[in-house]
């Protein structure tokens, strides 16, 4: 017999299946599993038993038609004092519900009571003795009137008081709005006077002088000592090879040396054993102050070791292997003594760099403000971003009078100061606005707004602007909500539709009506009392909930 856990999904119930090599398969369930109530589920457990049959053996009795309907055998499990009863064999063999098992039962009391009213002979002699007074008692009037109560009962109960709770678990969909607002720098005026459309701004001037300083970069030739040592040059090309004087040369650490003669390097030879023999020249290699991505080399040239391999960079790269230079020996005499010079490129590059931190901390500066202001006064400022705060920038450059190119030093120091411009508005103005407009124009009857998302807010199109005297700007604002259905409106024809449409339908088939539906996540239905198996047939008695 095959159990089944509360978590195992229907791979893993079909590798167990798999595995099982019995003439019948059986499968333990738990109570309530979804795969019990999953029609293409089981229809798949069904192909996958192949020829062999199949029982299920659970608590759960609620999809009993749907495995009836794929052939499925089933085994209800009743409580330990159920089994026991002295009809325990007939129940399981039958798998009777507590329905069936309520009617079988009272039908057997009844039966007991007619026997024993027609076959017992003190009861015959009672009935006779009786029978005049029940004329007169009017004891058939009130078994009657009984009778009659309790059909009736049964009717209501049948007709009225059967409910359908149907608990749904919305889908929840985007929907964007556009709206034009018309912004104006209207700061002081009162707010009595303005149209929906307008939103007032404020104009924010900032000024921030910083100053920073830089160190020079070039490096005086002249007075800087380099590191050399002899090199060896191996050749294995067919022809001899000519170099001229200062050819390059480099190693795996991008650093780059000269030779500065000029080289001759004969042809390979072969020897009687046919192996080649290369032709090797020795020769004198100096270190460049800078390596191939322009970095000073400083002490890294006194790091070459004896056999550490060059290459000539200008070769091509099949042919590298072919003729290359080693290290005889370690190379030294590098002296990290050196003369910096102010080089015009310097000035230069720090009037790029320093521009663009001026920007960034400009921009920093403006963001602190507004927090400040948001924290302190409770508001929610935020930044008009069609706005480029920093277009009509203005930045003025103080350098040291004395700073001349070629000068021996080794940094100098700039100050700067920006002044930029830029405005702000208050955030919720517009989310109290843009909501408005969505719950009166844009949501309908059917439809229920859950939220909307205040950081969606962005500016599409710019329609005018003018900035004299003060700035006027109309802009296309975009901003996302998020919508469902709004099935707790009694009065919606959209839910009065689907109420109608589940009208006296099995639960099962119910389910699977409202769940075809696009607007519905997921769906469960209660019906009570609890022996009714269909949805009530009246649609006020049909009852939405909302599952969060």
Do not use: C
């Not at 079988?104 to 009935?127: A, C, P, R």
């Not at 042809?267 to 192996?275: I, T």
């Not at 709004?486 to 919606?492: E, I, P, R």
């Amino acid at each position: 017999m095959i159990k089944v856990k509360n978590n195992d999904s229907i791979i893993d119930i079909i590798q167990k299946i798999s595995e099982e090599h019995k003439d019948e398969i059986i499968i333990e369930f738990p109570f309530w599993h979804p795969i019990l109530h999953n029609y293409l589920s089981l229809k798949i457990l069904k192909n996958k038993s192949g020829t062999k049959p199949i029982t299920i053996i659970t608590k759960d009795i609620t999809a009993r038609k749907i495995w009836k309907k794929l052939g499925i055998n089933f085994s209800i499990i009743k409580d330990d004092s159920f089994i026991e009863y002295s009809h325990k064999a007939q129940i399981i063999n039958h798998n009777l519900t507590f329905f069936e098992y309520f009617k079988y039962e009272f039908k057997n009391y009844i039966k007991k009571w007619i026997n024993f009213f027609t076959k017992n002979e003190k009861v015959d002699d009672l009935k006779k003795y009786s029978s005049k007074y029940y004329q007169q008692s009017g004891v058939w009037f009130f078994l009657l009137s009984l009778l009659l109560s309790v059909l009736v009962f049964f009717i209501v109960l049948f007709f009225a008081i059967n409910k359908t709770y149907v608990y749904i678990k919305p889908e929840i969909y985007i929907k964007t709005i556009a709206h034009n607002f018309i912004f104006k720098d209207l700061w002081t005026k009162d707010d009595l006077f303005l149209d929906d459309r307008i939103i007032k701004i404020k104009k924010i001037s900032k000024i921030i002088n910083l100053e920073e300083k830089f160190q020079t970069s070039w490096i005086n030739p002249i007075n800087s000592k380099k590191s050399k040592w002899t090199i060896t040059f191996y050749n294995t090309f067919t022809d001899e090879i000519h170099l001229k004087p200062n050819t390059r040369i480099q190693n795996k650490d991008w650093l780059i040396f000269e030779v500065p003669e000029s080289v001759k390097i004969p042809a390979w030879s072969v020897w009687p054993d046919w192996k080649i023999i290369p032709w090797i020249y020795k020769s004198n290699a100096v270190a460049k102050n800078y390596d191939i991505n322009g970095r000073y080399i400083w002490s890294k040239g006194n790091l070459i070791k004896t056999k550490e391999r060059f290459i000539l960079p200008w070769l091509k790269w099949d042919d590298k292997d072919k003729i290359y230079v080693e290290a005889t020996s370690n190379f030294s005499w590098w002296d990290d003594s050196y003369e910096k010079i102010l080089w015009k490129e310097d000035i230069l590059n720090s009037k790029i760099i320093f521009e663009d931190k001026l920007k960034r901390e400009a921009l920093k500066e403006l963001k602190t403000y507004i927090e400040q202001e948001n924290s302190l006064n409770n508001v929610t400022y935020d930044i008009l971003s069609y706005w480029d705060p920093l277009k009509n920038i203005k930045i003025n450059i103080i350098t040291p009078e004395n700073l001349k190119v070629w000068d021996k030093i080794n940094d100098f120091i700039l100050k700067w100061s920006i002044e930029f411009n830029s405005y702000i508005y208050i955030k919720d103005s517009i989310l109290s606005k843009l909501k408005s407009i969505i719950n009166e124009k844009i949501i309908t009857d059917t439809e229920k707004l859950l939220s909307i998302d205040d950081k969606s807010i962005r500016i599409t199109n710019i329609l005018y602007e003018e900035t004299s005297p003060r700035l006027e700007v109309k802009l296309t604002l975009e901003i996302d909500s998020l919508v469902s259905q709004n099935f707790l409106n009694k009065n919606s024809w959209y839910v009065l539709k689907l109420k109608n449409n589940i009208l006296w339908l099995d639960l099962l088939e119910a389910e699977k009506l409202l769940l075809n539906d696009k607007n519905i996540r997921w769906v469960d239905i209660d019906i009570q009392p609890f022996f009714m198996n269909k949805v009530s047939n009246i649609a006020d008695n049909v009852i939405f909930k909302i599952e969060e």
